[in-house]
């Protein structure tokens, strides 16, 4: 039914946004990426696919999870890999982006993954670099791997996106994970409800294509996927919540919650989940969780477009 | 040196005067403007060029010049030159320099730095707190007799409801006017860009635009109560212009400036994250736009002013949420006019002068704003057809932070004369090949 572009689609260009991507290109990440989840099955966990290449991943802002899933996909692939973690604080400031940057691209990598603190970050990043860029979150703007994730998963799980009903639930303001499923889906075919408390609800968000609801129970009802976003404690601190207590208590997934929605609707979170925040145990780690599968589905959708962003003919 | 400038059309609203007509300049003082002036031996009679226009020399009344303190974004001498080459043949520059200009000592470094470098006229504005910290008055008399034309605390707002309270009060019993920068810091919170759908989608933290409207509401209702005339500095909002046309039709002495950008770009300008669309009050939504549109067609809007804001590359190389708030204006203020509103059919040329000359004299009550007999010779040459390819690096301003790079314009500057001498020509003008510099 839908189209796929050709497996070259791809070769050379950055990820910064799903915005740059078309159905059809969309489609053959996650096809690609079911090729490299049977990999990741085999007892040897390794393809010759980026021999010779190199990737830096540069991370400006902490995150375990997203640069070990990057190096996981790497290795897998045979790229020679080179993780740094810049700290912000031990950068002169004025000499945090272009100047890091520009002494890395000295060494010639083929891609940097860059994960950065600053929306728009990786964009300022590619109209300077020569290399590829991975776009592995940019402050509240993007996190295009996780909304391929994320698809994959919906995908692997419901056989389709087109039609899907998505709620998504939680810090809606300050997501990056949100503006990028919010494009992925809608490009999709999905439609897609949202809530939370007023102030986490960012200004014009019909317009990125969400319908608001008042209460999760309005927004999961008839749903056929749950996705619950990360709520930051320090929300309180920046007046946009009284206390977690309260959040837990109004927008909670609890398991009569999670009750509204399809019979057979998943749950998702792209991680760390706060249980007794946004979430409760027992639906985290109930039958229609696929939080953990959303996480090995991490490494082969990366490997994915590792690999039809720097694979090629030189081969 | 005495000369005639010969059969341009002169736009001269304060005289309401819009036709051909010869001006003549005597020992940098306009001695005559009338038709056919006879030339006496002597006098030199340098003939403008067709399609050119004479007009009183323009001001800007809110640059930011960067001298003293931070030299290696502009200076007195750069900033001058950036005026003159701009059509400005004055500016007000504000006092948020380092120190802050919020004593004699410093307004008269300025002054000095602007005769040294002998172009645009400079008016200092004076702090209107101490250190432009909001918590004590400014020496506001020492600051007037020293040379300074207003006091504002710009780049932030004028903290407390008391102490503009207490600025109005004083500045107004000495004749100064009040300038203020208006925005509700405590709602404006870590914003860096408008608020609304696009800051939405691309994760940048929003400034609603009731942040400044609250503060001209303030503003203007303290106008009310202190009775002393109030300027609001880079009104941006449709909200802030209701707010001014209301106080207005109260009978409060409120006046209010725009800048080129809030009646050029809007919000969308920001997809790319270029650093160059990053300016306090931030680019707005196109229904503010069409707003500033209106007001400066009715009326309501007084002056067009640059906020020229010059800041380092490296400064600007930041990323989004980091780098510096503000955009060079001197060198593309007359092209985005003459373009986007002369020739777009949103005001006429006397109109333009109005916004640019008439109306900024009036309200800093400065000389100039007309082609008067005897008034000193500050005089603009528009070239309101000149095709205009705009580019930073020709700029003469030590920054080149702008979001125009590459726009192709109709209309520029041909001339800039400042009491009577040529300090400004451009050389895209052929036909002014033989005016003297
Ligand atoms: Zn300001
Ligand atoms: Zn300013």
């Known amino acids: ?315 | 040196m005495h000369y005639i400038l010969r059969n341009g059309r002169v736009v001269d609203p304060a005289h309401g005067r819009d036709g051909q007509f010869d001006v003549e300049v005597r020992d940098g003082v306009i001695v005559r403007v009338g038709t056919t002036l006879a030339a006496a031996d002597g006098v030199t009679v340098l003939h403008v060029p067709p399609g050119c226009v004479v007009t009183p020399g323009l001001i800007d009344m809110h640059v930011h010049l960067r001298e003293p303190g931070q030299e290696h974004k502009e200076t007195v001498a750069s900033g001058a030159a950036a005026a003159v080459a701009g059509g400005f043949t004055a500016v007000a520059c504000m006092p948020n320099t380092a120190p802050v200009n919020d004593s004699a000592a410093v307004t008269r470094y300025i002054l000095d730095q602007a005769a040294a470098a002998n172009l645009a006229r400079v008016y200092p504005i004076g702090a209107a707190s101490v250190g432009s910290k909001g918590e004590q008055l400014a020496e506001i008399g020492e600051l007037k007799a020293a040379g300074c034309v207003a006091v504002s605390d710009d780049g932030h707002p004028i903290r407390t409801a008391l102490l503009m309270r207490r600025v109005l009060e004083y500045a107004g019993m000495l004749d100064v006017l009040v300038i203020d920068h208006c925005e509700d810091p405590t709602l404006k919170g870590d914003g860096v860009v408008h608020e609304g759908a696009v800051a939405s989608e691309l994760g940048l933290r929003g400034i609603p635009g009731e942040a400044e409207e609250l503060w001209v509401e303030r503003d203007i209702t303290l106008a009310g109560l202190t009775r002393s005339p109030v300027h609001i500095a880079h009104l941006s909002t449709a909200g802030s212009l209701r707010a001014v046309r209301a106080g207005k039709a109260r009978g409060i002495a409120v006046t209010c400036e725009v800048m080129p950008h809030h009646f050029v770009l809007t919000d969308e300008a920001l997809r790319g994250y270029d650093t160059n669309t990053k300016m306090n009050p931030p680019l707005r939504g196109s229904a503010d736009l069409e707003e500033m549109l209106r007001g400066l067609a009715d009326g309501s809007i007084d002056v067009i002013a640059t906020d020229h804001a010059p800041h380092h590359a490296d400064e600007k190389a930041l990323s989004y949420d980091q780098a510096p708030f503000g955009i060079t204006g001197l060198e593309t203020a007359v092209s985005l006019t003459l373009d986007r509103l002369v020739h777009a059919g949103v005001i006429g040329l006397s109109r333009m002068v109005e916004l640019l000359s008439a109306n900024p004299a009036r309200i800093l009550k400065v000389p100039g704003g007309a082609l008067a007999e005897g008034a000193p010779a500050d005089i603009t040459v528009l070239a309101p057809d000149l095709p205009v390819t705009v580019r930073a690096a020709a700029m003469r301003s030590l920054s080149r932070n702008m979001p125009f790079e590459g726009w192709q314009l109709r209309g520029g500057v041909a001339a800039t004369i400042v009491g009577g001498r040529l300090v400004y020509r451009n050389t895209a003008v052929e036909a002014l090949a033989g005016w003297l510099a």
């Open chain 1, 1 to 315: 039914m839908t189209a796929v572009a050709p497996v070259t689609a791809l070769r050379g260009r950055h990820l910064l946004s799903i915005a740059d991507l078309s159905p059809a290109e969309i489609t053959l990440i996650l096809d690609t990426a079911d090729a490299m989840k049977e990999v990741g099955e085999r007892t040897i966990k390794k393809v010759p696919a980026l021999r010779g290449r190199t990737i830096v991943n540069l991370f400006f802002e902490p995150s375990t999870r997203t640069r070990t899933s990057f190096e996981i996909a790497e290795k897998r692939l045979s790229a020679d890999t080179l993780s740094l973690a810049v700290s912000t604080s031990s950068v002169v400031k004025g000499e945090t982006l272009l100047d890091t940057v520009d002494n890395i691209e000295a060494m010639s990598p083929d891609m940097l993954v860059v994960r950065h603190a600053s929306s728009g970050a990786c964009q300022q990043l590619a109209r300077r670099c020569r290399s590829r860029i991975v776009n592995a979150g940019d402050g509240m703007h993007e996190h295009p791997t996780q909304a391929l994730l994320d698809a994959y998963t919906m995908r692997q799980r419901k056989g389709r996106i087109d039609g899907l009903q998505v709620a998504i639930v939680g810090d809606l303001a300050h997501s990056r994970v949100l503006r990028s499923n919010l494009l992925l889906l809608r490009k999709m075919g999905a439609s897609i409800r949202v809530t939370a408390p007023r102030p986490l609800i960012p200004a014009g968000i019909e317009a990125l294509g969400a319908t608001p609801c008042r209460t999760i129970e309005e927004a999961v009802d008839g749903a056929d996927v749950v996705m619950m976003l990360r709520i930051q404690l320090e929300r309180m601190q920046t007046l946009f919540l009284p206390s977690l207590r309260e959040y837990f208590a109004l927008f909670g997934l609890t398991a009569d919650r999670m009750a509204l929605a399809r019979p057979d609707a998943i749950v998702m979170h792209p991680g760390p989940m706060n249980r007794g925040v946004e979430i409760a145990s027992e639906v985290a780690d109930g039958p229609q969780a696929v939080i953990l599968e959303q996480v090995a589905n991490g490494v082969a959708v990366r490997m994915a477009v590792l690999y039809l962003l720097a694979g090629g003919s030189e081969d």
